[in-house]
């Protein structure tokens, strides 16, 4: 993943991300980088969206977040013996990002500078609402503003790929067994989730 993901977040030599930027946004670039101790030269070779995915999860890290405390490896650690499959690859994941246009890359890297550097308790209120299972808080902070941000990027996030994973799930409840899912929470709520796809094509559904 990580090879996919340099092979295509690096701009072209004479190109440079703070160039791309607002003025304000080439000041918030500077101040989140030393925030979170990343070179700030590093970050401006990098395309739109790999630099928000990059200061994203560094920021996140920052806060706390760990990939092994995560759902997905903790259902795994439970169940080694357990069959796994994906519902996309690594690639793909990419390309999602890589392929929206820059327009779009670069209005929602401009809102997560803004979120970084003047909005630093945002993670601990997705969390808090995840705990308590608040889907309306989770939509408002995670769902509403993508949409607001960029249509693409939703469209192409969230509604596209909660469709074809309903088609992929639609198959396997006509076998046997029992699967557990796991995604990411923002494709549990809302008209467009999982949930409501499912309900839709009638199946009874407990829960968000």
């Not at 490896?73 to 690639?91: H, I, M, V």
Request: charged share 25%; net charge neutral.
């Amino acid at each position: 993943a990580g090879a996919a993901a340099q092979a295509r977040g690096y701009l072209p030599a004479d190109q440079s991300l703070s160039a791309l930027l607002t003025p304000e946004g080439r000041t918030r670039l500077d101040r989140v980088c030393g925030r979170l101790g990343i070179s700030p030269a590093g970050v401006d070779r990098l395309r739109p969206w790999y630099a928000d995915v990059t200061l994203g999860v560094v920021a996140l890290m920052r806060q706390g977040a760990t990939v092994t405390t995560g759902v997905e490896r903790t259902l795994a650690d439970a169940a080694p013996a357990a069959q796994r499959r994906a519902f996309e690859s690594s690639t793909e994941q990419i390309g999602f990002f890589a392929d929206a246009p820059l327009a779009d890359q670069l209005a929602s890297l401009e809102d997560t500078l803004k979120q970084i550097d003047e909005d630093p308790a945002y993670y601990d209120r997705l969390i808090d609402a995840w705990a308590r299972g608040d889907t309306r808080a989770i939509q408002d902070l995670g769902l509403t503003p993508m949409k607001q941000i960029s249509v693409w990027l939703y469209d192409r996030l969230i509604v596209q790929r909660n469709r074809r994973w309903v088609e992929t799930i639609t198959q396997r409840m006509q076998g046997s067994g029992k699967t557990v899912i796991v995604v990411g929470v923002g494709h549990l709520v809302g008209p467009d989730s999982v949930p409501a796809l499912l309900r839709a094509r009638g199946f009874t559904v407990e829960g968000p």
